[in-house]
C-alpha cells in the first residue's frame, strides 16, 4: 500500500513557489491583455464598420471553435518559425487571445444590456459618442458582466496549466518534474491542485467584494 509522504513536499517547496510565481505572472499578463482585447473587440462588434465588424467576428468564432492547447502549439511552433518567441511570450500572447475571444462577447453582451435610452440621453446633453460609452453606459455595463468576467478571469488561471507543453516554468510544469524524479505524484499534484484552488479562491472573493462595493455605491 502506497504510504503518503509529503517531505518531498517541503524538499521541493522553493522550486514549487518559482513556478507558483510563474504563473501568478503569466495569468496577471494574460487577463490584462485580454481584457484590453475583449474592450476593443467589443466596441468592433458593435460598430458601424463593417470592416471591423467583420474582423471582431472572424476572430471571436475562430478562436472559440479551436483548442486552447493547439492555439499555444501554433503560436509557439508556428509562429515560432518567422518571430524569435520565447515560451513566457508565447504563452501570454495564447493565453490572451484566447481569452480576449470570450470577453469580447461578454462585455459586447453587457453593453447591449444597458437601454439605447441610456445613449440617446448622455447625447441629448451634448457628449460625444465616446463621452457617451465611456460615462454613461460602460460602468453601467461593468457592474452586469462583473461575474461573468470572474468565471472567465478563474478559467484562465485553470488554463494557464496548459502551456506547460511548451517548458514554460509554470506550476504544472515544475510538478511533473518533481513527480518524475520522486514518483510521489499524489502528493505532489495534491499540493499543485490546493494551490490553483487557492489562487483562483482570491480573485473569486476579490470581485465579491468589488461588486459589494459598486452595488453600494449605486
Known amino acids: 500500500m502506497h504510504q503518503l509522504e509529503f517531505k518531498v513536499i517541503i524538499e521541493y517547496m522553493p522550486a514549487i513557489l518559482d513556478g507558483l510565481a510563474m504563473t501568478v505572472q503569466i495569468s496577471a499578463l494574460s487577463i490584462i ?31 472559440r471553435n479551436t483548442p486552447l492547447l493547439i492555439q499555444i502549439l501554433f503560436i509557439y511552433f508556428g509562429l515560432g518559425m518567422f518571430f524569435d518567441l520565447s515560451p513566457l511570450v508565447a504563452s501570454v500572447a495564447a493565453l490572451s487571445i484566447f481569452a480576449g475571444a470570450y470577453i469580447t462577447e461578454i462585455i459586447r453582451a453587457g453593453i447591449q444590456s444597458i437601454h439605447k435610452g441610456q445613449r440617446e440621453a448622455a447625447l441629448s446633453i451634448g457628449m460625444t459618442e465616446t463621452q457617451a460609452m465611456l460615462l454613461v453606459v460602460l460602468p453601467q455595463a461593468i457592474r452586469r458582466i462583473l461575474p461573468p468576467l470572474a468565471g472567465q478571469f478563474i478559467t484562465l488561471i485553470k488554463d494557464s496549466s496548459l502551456v506547460s507543453v511548451i517548458a514554460v516554468t509554470d506550476l504544472t510544469y515544475v510538478a511533473k518534474n518533481i513527480v518524475t524524479t520522486t514518483f510521489r505524484a499524489f502528493e505532489v499534484w495534491l499540493v499543485i491542485a490546493v494551490f490553483y484552488f487557492v489562487l483562483s479562491f482570491i480573485l473569486s472573493m476579490a470581485v465579491r467584494k468589488l461588486e459589494r462595493r459598486l452595488a453600494k455605491s449605486d
Open 33 to 63: 491583455c485580454g481584457t484590453v482585447i475583449g474592450v476593443l473587440g467589443a466596441l468592433a462588434r458593435i460598430s458601424g464598420n463593417f470592416a471591423a465588424k467583420a474582423i471582431a467576428n472572424a476572430y471571436v468564432e475562430w478562436i
